[in-house]
């Protein structure tokens, strides 16, 4: 005969066993209406550029605030309209070489520091909800101007990722050309 185990307080009870898992029942996915492009978001592309101007932040902002000869620097634009007063709120539609057209929102507006857009409605490739966003800092001997846009190519995920290097090496160089021609237009007012 075994003599008896008085089990101490502190004593672990014995694992129990393990009962194995139940799979769960398997579930087919409800079919989905929408195409699978739309489920999964398309990538956005990012395109920024720098100019160093040699002229007062004001008049830089100047040139670049007016919206009405925009297409006179701006590579691509046909026409810039304002609609309404320039602030926060306002409506900017603007029309590119081509006919295609977009309506901006202006979102950030502080003379002459920064100024940033959202684009609400657009014909063409590019999504709803592209941005510019513009800043302006004082450089020394000039002005220092950071210019990034940001967009979606509404051309489906694939297209969309295929042409991404393509549509960044274009908006970038459109980007750089526009800056330099608001670099020259700007110093030609400051005499520069």
Known sequence: MKPSRKRSPTARPAPAQKRPRQAAPRQTPARSRTPASAATPVPTV????????????EQVWDVL????SMHRWFAGLQAVRLEGS??????????FVGGLTHRET???WRPP???ALVARGASGPIA???SVDIHLAEDGRGVRLDWAIEHR???G???SALSRPIDRGLVGAALRLSLARLRRRAESVAGN
């Open 128 to 130: 709803p909800g592209a």
């Open 157 to 159: 995920r694939l297209l």
């Open 86 to 95: 320039p602030r926060v709120g306002a409506q900017r539609l603007v029309t």
């Open 106 to 108: 202006v979102t950030t």
């Open 65 to 68: 605030t007016d919206f009405s």
């Open 46 to 57: 990012r395109v920024a550029a720098t100019a160093r101007i040699r002229a007062s932040r």
């Open 153 to 155: 190519l509404d051309i």
């Open 113 to 115: 520091f920064h100024l």
